[in-house]
Each structure stands twice: as C-alpha cells, then as structure tokens.
C-alpha cells in the first residue's frame, strides 16, 4: 500500500502545474455544488441559480428549479429581484457621478436639498450629513422610528437626525430615500435613468433594471403578495432591481476592473470599513459588506441572494435563491456570504 501511494504521489508530481490546477479548481467547484445543495435544503428546497467566474471566464452555471414551484423555468433567462443589491448598483453610480466631477462622497446632503441647509428637530444638525454617510448608513437619520413612510412625503422636514453622522450604523431604507433625492437633484436625472445610462448600458447588462406594476414579463419569476417586489419611485436607490445571475456576476466582475466607470481609488472607499452591524458585527463599506480578512467584499439581499467577489483569484461567485421555507437552525446569512468569498478565494 505504501508503495502505490508513493507512486501516486510521484506521478502527481509529474503532472504540469495547469493540470493540477486545474484539478483542484474541478474539486473546488465540486465541492460548492454541494454546498449549494445543502444550503437549498436548509431553505426549504429552494431554486437558485449560480454563476461561478474566474478571470471574466465562467466556470460554474447551474439553474435549480426545485420540481417548478415557482411555475416558471428557472434558467439563464430569469430575472429574479435581487433586493438589497440594489444598494451596490447604486454604490457604483455614485463612484461614476464623483469620477464625472458631479458630486463628492463628503458632499453635504444640503448642497442638494435645502431642507438639509436646517439644522432641524433632532439632536443633530442635517447639514452634517454627508453623501458618504447616507451611502454607509451612517446617517443618523430617522422618521416615525427610522422606518420609510409610505406613502412618502411630499418633504423631508420631519426627517431628524438622532444620532451623529458618520458614527453609529443603522441600516436605513430611509437613508436611501434621502440619497435617491440627492442623486436626482444633483443630476436632475431620476436614478433608474441615470442606472441605465451610466451603470447597466455601457457594461451592456441588458436583463438588469427596474421592474414595475404592469411592465412585468414571463422572464420575471413570480412576485410574492407578501413581500415587496415591484420597483416603486422615491424607494430605488436601497431595493427594485431585478437581473439575471450571468448579468449580476458580470456587474461583479466591473468591480475587478473598474476603470471604465470609476478609480481604483474610489472603489476602495467603497471598499473601506465605515460602520459595523452590532448584531452580527458585520462590517459596512459603501453599500457593500466587508470581509477583507478573507480577501473578499459581498454585496447581498433579502431571500439570502449573494454576489462575492475576490479581487486576489479575481472569482466571482453569484447565487440567487428563492427561499421555499424559513431558513433551518443550522443556517446563517452572514456565515453563507463568508462561505462564497472563500470559495472564490480557492479558485
């Protein structure tokens, strides 16, 4: 037996450096295969579909329709709502409009609205609110307990500010309501306009884009009664983009190169800790989820979707699910997110 083995090992040795690598790409595939398997079981059985790049070149594609209870195919074609990915869609428009000399990061919030030139009811001054806070939810802003009113307000003078800019997180969909104001007074352009004319048609992701009541289409898989699906004015900047998996990891690829729309030096303040989640302690970019001691950066959304990205192997790895169920004991959305940058960093 110890003859064979080292036999084996000799050949190994001699095999070229590619084949090997190779090798152990085929066995890191394989092994988050399975892992994706796992994880649709411990959300009740759910679709995904997962594109797996390395380099701009696709390595993995796989599509799960978990037996059809969705009623719709799921494949290349379908464009799921991917929820609080938006957020980093939105993160890459803002890095375009600052490279274009349109607004800065540390723009106050007032140069665009003056309701922010007042100091307002909160503990808080608004004119220190800046586009860097509202991009890290460090805003500090908060109306009727911080949730988004709805319908929104025809103003933003009841808005205060509770605690001080740039220093507690608070993951706000009211703070996206503000920056989806500033986007469309400093450009005088609404941010589905501006999302297609600087972000999604030049790196021609022509599934990518706002769904809404009415305009849906058979590609769209189904939208659910009990949750918010379709896109809605004033509340685009933080959710309502829906795309298709091969169009969300090429959208993470752009931030591998992302020269064509913004510096490498604006893409690592997006890339920089600016708050931490005290639930989790997860840590906060620009609209981005840091895990940097992995070698990795995640953007997420709702109904456990994740787009990872690895700058080191330069992998991507994209996973859009469909929970079926409420996710088991053994599941956690932060530990998952993890999983996927560590698996790109094996590529």
Not at 197 to 206: A, F, K, N, S, V
Not at 299 to 306: D, F, L, T, V, Y
């Amino acid at each position: 037996m110890n003859r064979l083995f080292r036999a084996l090992v000799t050949a190994a040795l001699l095999l070229p450096a590619a084949v090997l690598a190779g090798n152990e790409q085929a066995a890191v595939l394989e092994e988050f295969d399975a892992y994706l398997e796992t994880t649709a079981a411990q959300l009740g059985d759910s679709p995904f579909a997962a594109v797996v790049s390395k380099n701009g070149e696709i390595l993995y594609e796989r599509y799960y329709d978990a037996g059809g209870v969705l009623g719709r195919p799921v494949n290349a074609d379908s464009r799921w709502q991917v929820f609080s990915i938006t957020k980093s869609f939105v993160s890459a428009l803002v890095l375009n409009l600052c490279r274009d000399g349109l607004m800065s990061l540390d723009d106050p919030a007032g140069k665009y609205l003056p309701t922010f030139r007042e100091h307002g009811g909160g503990a808080f001054d608004r004119n220190a609110v800046t586009v860097r806070h509202l991009l890290s939810h460090t805003s500090g802003a908060a109306y009727r307990g911080n949730k988004v009113p709805n319908p929104l307000p025809p103003g933003l003078d009841r808005i205060e500010i509770v605690t001080e800019p740039g220093k507690d997180f608070k993951y706000s969909g009211l703070g996206m309501m503000i920056l989806e104001r500033v986007l469309e007074a400093a450009t005088g352009k609404n941010v589905d306009t501006l999302l297609r004319e600087r972000i999604t048609g030049p790196l021609e992701l022509g599934s990518t884009g706002y769904v809404y009541p009415g305009t849906a289409t058979e590609r769209v898989l189904p939208l659910k009664d009990e949750y918010f699906h379709y896109s809605q004015n004033g509340k685009r900047a933080g959710a309502g983009l829906f795309t298709n998996a091969r169009d969300l990891n090429a959208f993470g690829r752009l931030w591998l190169n992302p020269d064509d729309l913004f510096s490498e030096d604006l893409r690592a303040e997006a890339w920089k800790q600016h708050g931490t989640r005290a639930s989790d302690g997860g840590r906060y970019g620009l609209m981005w989820w840091l895990f940097e001691d992995d070698g990795g950066y995640v953007m997420s959304g709702r109904e456990n979707k994740i787009n990872a990205v690895v700058p080191e192997t330069g992998a991507v790895v994209t996973v859009i699910r469909y929970p079926q169920a409420k996710a088991a004991a053994e599941y956690n959305f932060k530990a998952d997110k993890r999983a996927m940058v560590l698996f790109g960093k094996r590529l």
